[in-house]
């Protein structure tokens, strides 16, 4: 596209590239999401370090929900809605920083705090390393387990899709029906 340079001056044209560079601004929800993801591994990775972080991210998120849907509802135009099946490959960065989670925080507890010695006074640097070990072995276990016994969609929620596609049927019989008439 041409941008003018001056008044009766020759039109300088932008490259594809310089282009292309504009139709692929991020989506302000897709924004939202990585901050969140952000937050989320902070607040994950180091929860055994300092434990008041979920607290304070509690407390400004709301702020933050209240500050949005204020803008949203007084200063924004409706924002284009968008289509999506899921988060994308942000349930995959998820997934990860909650297993990092699990082996960071075991080994912060572990090996930093005195907490083993005083449930096991007996207890070696070998004995103590084993102890992580198994935590974070049997923490990522509950993790796989856990994910495994609850189900992605509710039931209620399938009952209701199977229900709307029975009815999606039914009026595409109807419409056959009449069509053939």
Not at 21 to 40: A, C, D, G, N, R
Not at 117 to 132: E, K, N, S
Request: with cysteine.
């Amino acid at each position: 596209s041409a941008i003018p340079d001056k008044v009766g001056a020759a039109k300088v044209t932008k490259s594809p590239i310089e282009d292309q560079f504009e139709w692929f601004e991020p989506s302000p929800v897709l924004e939202m999401y990585k901050e969140k993801v952000y937050q989320f591994g902070y607040i994950v990775l180091f929860a055994a370090a300092f434990p008041i972080v979920p607290m304070l991210c509690l407390v400004s998120n709301t702020f933050d929900l209240r500050q949005r849907a204020m803008a949203l509802l007084t200063k924004n135009k409706r924002p284009e809605p968008f289509v999506a099946a899921d988060i994308g490959t942000y349930q995959t960065i998820l997934e990860i920083l909650a297993t990092f989670a699990i082996i960071s925080n075991s080994l912060l507890i572990g090996l930093t705090s005195h907490g083993l010695y005083f449930y096991i006074p007996g207890l070696t640097q070998i004995d103590r390393l084993w102890a992580v070990v198994v935590l974070e072995h049997f923490l990522i276990l509950m993790k796989i387990v856990i994910g495994a016994v609850i189900p992605t969609e509710p039931a209620n929620a399938i009952l209701h899709y199977n229900v709307q596609q029975e009815r999606k049927e039914q009026q595409l019989e109807l419409w056959d029906v009449a069509f053939e008439e």
